[in-house]
C-alpha cells in the first residue's frame, strides 16, 4: 500500500501551470514538522521539506486557496521517478502525487482574503461563505 498523508505550511506560493494538453498542474513543497529527541543537538533539522504534485481540479483547489506560510492537509502517494538531464547525469524525484488537500489551522497573517483564481465551470468564494 502506498499511502502519504503530511501535514505542513507551504515553504512558497504554488507553481501552476498547464500541460500541452491543457491539464492544471500545481507544484509546491511543504515544511513538515520533524519529530526530534530532546537531547538532540540544537541544530537538528526541525522539519523534513516535502515536493508534492497535484493535478487537474486539486491542483486548482490548491492555487486558488493556498499562499505561502498556508497550513495544508495533504493525502496521495509516494512517487519516484527519473530523468537524463542534458550533460546526461540521471536525476532522480521523490515527491507525494497529492490526491487530496485540505485546509487546517489558521490563516497566516500575511495571508490574502480574497481567492487567485476560480474553480473550473464554477465562481470565486468568498471566506465568509466558508461555513468553518
Given at each position: ?8 505550511r ?40 516535502i ?57 497566516p ?10 474553480f ?11 461555513p468553518?
Amino acid at each position: 500500500m502506498n499511502l502519504v498523508i503530511e501535514k505542513g505550511r507551504l515553504t512558497k506560493a504554488p507553481e501552476m501551470s498547464y500541460t500541452a494538453n491543457g491539464k492544471c498542474v500545481a507544484t509546491f513543497t511543504i515544511a513538515v514538522a520533524k519529530i526530534v529527541r530532546k537531547d538532540a543537538p540544537a541544530d537538528t533539522p526541525r522539519a523534513n521539506f516535502i515536493r508534492c504534485v497535484a493535478w487537474e481540479n486539486t491542483a486548482q483547489f490548491i492555487g486558488n486557496y493556498f499562499d505561502k506560510g498556508s497550513e495544508i492537509l495533504v493525502t496521495g502517494s509516494l512517487e519516484v521517478r527519473n530523468y537524463k538531464a542534458k550533460d546526461g547525469t540521471t536525476h532522480y524525484v521523490t515527491e507525494v502525487k497529492v490526491s487530496q488537500a485540505e485546509f487546517c489551522g489558521s490563516k497566516p497573517s500575511n495571508s490574502t482574503s480574497q481567492p487567485q483564481g476560480e474553480f473550473e465551470g464554477g465562481s470565486n468564494v468568498q471566506d465568509e461563505d466558508i461555513p468553518f
